[in-house]
């Protein structure tokens, strides 16, 4: 089975903190996402990466950042927490997608981490 | 625009009832595929069902089918006799395999099963 893991379930920091969320999966998959969720927004996405060392800005990447150092693991950067990003953030991971491929095209996700910023 | 739409925000079903939670999507790309997924209040994104653009066949995975109409860019999914916990938000969403590769996910639809 695809293992998506996320570092931390439930976290609380204060207003100006660092935060690092990190998610690995152990299926070597290209692809990873961090996506956003909030209520009545569905799911945003935030970075993507294609492979290792690569990252692209998703649909809302402002106040946040990425590194994918190892194809394994996708951190989440929030380089100075604000209230405003209190949300619960999902890591997704996949095979790159193929012709008519539901291996390749299904992505996996994590259990989410559930951030508070106070 | 919206590639994902999903009209209903909340359903209603009895238990041992079947209920259809409906999607449309838009796209100029001959191929790509469908998704299905359940999020239930703990969180977690589970993956319920695929359909690819070019399969002959709806997709089936017990319960759960997918009542895919191309030429209606329509890929409602069908829960057949509920079950409690069954209750849930459900979000369709859709993968081209050509351009960005990018998923892109619908609002969702609250599913609450009474018994």
């Known amino acids: 089975d695809v293992k998506v893991t996320q570092s931390s379930r439930y976290l609380v920091k204060r207003t100006g903190e660092k935060v690092f969320l990190e998610c690995v999966q152990d299926?070597?998959?290209?692809?990873m996402f961090w996506y956003r969720q909030d209520p009545g927004l569905g799911l945003r996405l935030i970075y993507f990466?294609?492979?290792?060392?690569?990252?692209e800005k998703g649909d809302i990447p402002e106040g946040y950042s990425v590194s994918r150092e190892k194809k394994e693991r996708f951190s989440l950067i929030l380089e100075s927490a604000s209230t405003n990003q209190t949300s619960m953030y999902l890591c997704?991971?996949?095979?790159?997608?193929?012709?008519?491929?539901?291996?390749?095209?299904?992505?996996?996700f994590g259990e989410g981490s559930w951030l508070t910023v106070v | 625009a919206q590639k994902i739409t999903q009209t209903q925000p909340g359903m209603f079903v009895q238990e041992k009832e079947a209920v259809t939670l409906d999607c449309t999507y838009d796209?100029?790309?001959?191929?790509?595929?469908l998704f299905w997924y359940k999020q239930p209040s703990s969180g977690e994104m589970i993956f319920l069902i695929y359909?690819?653009?070019?399969?002959?066949q709806n997709a089936t995975e017990g319960r759960y089918s997918l009542n895919f109409q191309k030429a209606r860019k329509s890929a409602n999914l069908v829960i057949s006799a509920s079950q409690l916990g069954d209750s849930a938000m459900y979000f369709c969403?859709?993968?081209?395999?050509?351009?960005?590769?990018?998923?892109?996910f619908g609002r969702g639809t609250s599913l609450i099963v009474h018994p």
């Open positions: 990466s294609y492979d290792v060392k690569m990252k």
């Open positions: 796209t100029s790309d001959p191929s790509y595929g």
């Open positions: 299926m070597d998959h290209e692809n």
């Open positions: 359909q690819g653009s070019y399969d002959q």
């Open positions: 969403a859709m993968r081209e395999v050509g351009g960005s590769y990018i998923p892109t």
């Open positions: 997704a991971s996949s095979l790159s997608p193929g012709l008519q491929s539901p291996t390749g095209n299904t992505i996996y």
